[in-house]
């Protein structure tokens, strides 16, 4: 695990969304959440898969196959499924796959199934809802490591991705940009860190919330 996952590991969803807001970098998506109660951060870098109607008879890539036989331990595999809800891109078999890989999480733009066992099994699943309707004959792999669009969010392969009960925040993958985000994330949740322990003081809540008082880390964007 790389020393920005780890610190990504140690943050959560809503700080590095704040930090890409006030560097004014886009990243953080609406609309996908957790399918099970996933009680733990999940980061990592992003391996990407993008699918796509089938046509004719032709077989196609079964959907996230290869990105798991290929996954390195920590990944995180995000599936471009165009937001569709009545079909599923990910499942059971998939899920065990996953697991012996090392894959940290998967993140889909649409449906999964068999939530049960990806549950049962620990992988968190993030995504718009869960349906029993299989992708065979509907949908199939059209591409993988490219880029796509999750959310309305361009994502790159490479990228870093944090996700927790809070919701999805995708980071550059430039190392500089990345460092960059996560160090005002890390100052950002060190703030209310102080600003919580301020409240629990007896400071009344009016001035621990005012910019007097704890002023905002934002020096990074000068």
């Known amino acids: 695990m790389s020393g920005l996952v780890a610190r990504l590991r140690a943050l959560d969803a809503c700080a590095v969304s704040d930090a890409l807001d006030t560097l004014g970098l886009p990243g953080a998506v609406t609309g996908l959440g957790p399918l099970w109660p996933v009680d733990r951060t999940v980061a990592g870098r992003v391996r990407t898969i993008r699918v796509a109607p089938k046509e004719g008879d032709r ?3 079964h959907i996230g196959t290869p990105a798991v036989a290929d996954a390195r331990d920590g990944d995180v595999i995000v599936i471009d499924n165009r937001g569709r809800t009545d079909v599923s891109c990910w499942g059971g078999i998939l899920t065990v796959a996953a697991r012996q890989a090392g894959v940290a999480g998967v993140i889909v733009d649409g449906a999964c199934r068999d939530i049960a066992e990806s549950h049962e099994l620990g992988l968190p699943v993030f995504g718009r809802a869960v349906v029993p309707v299989s992708a065979r004959g509907r949908i199939v792999q059209d591409a993988m490591d490219v880029p796509v669009t ?3 969010h361009l994502v790159h392969p490479g990228a870093y991705v944090v996700a927790d009960r809070s919701g999805i925040a995708f980071v550059p993958a430039d190392p500089a940009s990345a460092e960059r985000v996560i160090a005002l ?3 950002i949740a060190e703030r209310e860190a102080r600003m ?3 409240v629990r003081d007896g400071r ?3 001035e621990v919330m005012h910019d007097s008082a704890f002023p905002r880390p934002d020096e990074e964007t000068t």
Do not use: L, N
Request: proline letters at 13%.
């Open 185 to 187: 994330a890390e100052r």
């Open 59 to 61: 077989p196609g890539t």
């Open 204 to 206: 009344p809540v009016t």
């Open 196 to 198: 919580i322990a301020a």
């Open 150 to 152: 999750i959310a309305g």
